[in-house]
Nanobody, 126 residues
Framework: QVELVESGGGLVQAGGSLRLSCAAS????????VGWFRQAPGKEREFISV????????YYADSVKGRFTISRDNAKNTVYLQMSSLQSEDTAVYYC???????????????????WGQGTQVTVSS
């Protein structure tokens, strides 16, 4: 079992940057596929990015490709989401999630993840 805690959210102006952290306890995060999702008020949860266990292959939603970067720090048992060129449309609660043994076709499906953090709010002012 793994517990996830997100941090790093906040208020930022359009065009600015933030780095979100997803810190794990209870298990070694490098053994998990870790995804980032977000949910804006009145909207469905949206896949943002994922980094796979073992291969560390990375995938991004088209809406954030080229602006967001996902990475791992195994020594800190943490996955990061570096967000740049933020836009008002990026305003949402951001969640990290983890699972093991995920197949490629499931990586963007939130219901396939076993563990979730509590979320961190990102607000981008225009």
């Amino acid at each position: 079992q793994v517990e996830l805690v997100e941090s790093g959210g906040g208020l930022v102006q359009a065009g600015g940057s933030l780095r979100l952290s997803c810190a794990a306890s209870g298990s070694t995060l490098r053994s998990y596929t870790v995804g980032w999702f977000r949910q804006a008020p009145g909207k469905e949860r949206e896949f943002i990015s994922v980094i796979r266990e073992s291969t560390n292959n990375r995938y991004y939603a088209d809406s954030v490709k080229g602006r967001f970067t996902i990475s791992r720090d195994n020594a800190k048992n943490t996955v990061y989401l570096q967000m740049s060129s933020l836009q008002s449309e990026d305003t949402a609660v951001y969640y990290c999630a983890a699972a093991r043994g995920m197949i490629l076709s499931s990586l963007r499906q939130g219901d396939k993840y076993s563990y979730w953090g509590q979320g961190t709010q990102v607000t981008v002012s225009s």
